[in-house]
T-cell receptor, first 117, second 116 residues
Framework: ETGVTQTPRHLVMGMTNKKSLKCEQH?????MYWYKQSAKKPLELMFV???????ENNSVPSRFSPECPNSSHLFLHLHTLQPEDSALYLC????????????????FGPGTRLTVL | AQKVTQAQTEISVVEKEDVTLDCVYE???????LFWYKQPPSGELVFLIR????DEQNEISGRYSWNFQKSTSSFNFTITASQVVDSAVYFC?????????????WGAGTKLIIKP
C-alpha cells in the first residue's frame, strides 16, 4: 500500500451505534489530521497529531474521539452521532520539522463517506 | 475572518478553453506557504503545488500554471487547453509559519466543470 488509506470508504450508522474510522499512512510522515467536509462548507480541521501527540482539537464535540497509537495510524471513534454529522471524513498526513518551518503539504486519503440515520 | 478567498463558486467552460481560478489570501506573517489542491468526484484531495512566500516565480507544470503576486495577495491557477478530466473542485490554502500546528487555512473551493 502506498500513500494514505482510509477504511471504510462508506459507513451508514444509526445514532446509537459506535463505530471507528481508520487511517493509515505509508509515507513516513509524523503529523496526521482529521478533517470533516460537509456539503457547501469549507473543509473543517477537527484534530491534529504531531509526533503522536494531539496538538489541536478545534472545538469538536466529544462524540468524536481520536486516537493515534503511532505515527502511521489514526483512528476516529464515533458514538451517539447526530444526522448533521453526516459528511466526508478525510484523513491527511504531512512531514513536519520540529520547532521550525515545515514542508507541510498534506497528503490525503480517499475519505470515508459517513451517513448517520 | 476568512483568510483565503476563492470568489468563484463554480466555473463552466468548454473543453480546450483556458480557465483561471482565483485565490486571494490574507496574512500578517512574512513567511507563509500557499497551496492548491484538486478534489475530483472520487473525493480524494490531490496536492498540486506548494509555494513559499519568498518565491514569487511563476510555476508551470504541463497545462497548469500558477501566478503568485504578493502585491495583490493572490495566487491564481490557470489551466490551459482544459480537458474533461480537469473537472473537479479546486481548493486554495494558506499555512502561516508562526502557526506551530501547521494548520492549513482553506478557501471554500471552486467547482470547475469542463464540458466536452
Amino acid at each position: 500500500e502506498t500513500g494514505v488509506t482510509q477504511t471504510p470508504r462508506h459507513l451508514v450508522m444509526g445514532m446509537t451505534n459506535k463505530k471507528s474510522l481508520k487511517c493509515e499512512q505509508h509515507l513516513g510522515h509524523n503529523a496526521m489530521y482529521w478533517y470533516k467536509q460537509s456539503a457547501k462548507k469549507p473543509l473543517e480541521l477537527m484534530f491534529v497529531y504531531n509526533f503522536k501527540e494531539q496538538t489541536e482539537n478545534n472545538s469538536v464535540p466529544s462524540r468524536f474521539s481520536p486516537e493515534c497509537p503511532n505515527s502511521s495510524h489514526l483512528f476516529l471513534h464515533l458514538h451517539t452521532l447526530q444526522p448533521e454529522d453526516s459528511a466526508l471524513y478525510l484523513c491527511a498526513s504531512s512531514r513536519q520539522l520540529a520547532g521550525g518551518s515545515s514542508y507541510n503539504e498534506q497528503f490525503f486519503g480517499p475519505g470515508t463517506r459517513l451517513t448517520v440515520l | 475572518a476568512q483568510k483565503v478567498t476563492q470568489a468563484q463558486t463554480e466555473i463552466s467552460v468548454v473543453e480546450k478553453e483556458d480557465v483561471t481560478l482565483d485565490c486571494v489570501y490574507e496574512t500578517r506573517d512574512t513567511t507563509y506557504y500557499l497551496f492548491w489542491y484538486k478534489q475530483p468526484p472520487s473525493g480524494e484531495l490531490v496536492f498540486l503545488i506548494r509555494r513559499n512566500s519568498f518565491d514569487e516565480q511563476n510555476e508551470i507544470s504541463g497545462r497548469y500554471s500558477w501566478n503568485f503576486q504578493k502585491s495583490t495577495s493572490s495566487f491564481n491557477f490557470t489551466i490551459t487547453a482544459s480537458q474533461v478530466v480537469d473537472s473537479a473542485v479546486y481548493f486554495c490554502a494558506l499555512s502561516e509559519a508562526e502557526d506551530s500546528n501547521y494548520q492549513l487555512i482553506w478557501g471554500a473551493g471552486t467547482k470547475l466543470i469542463i464540458k466536452p
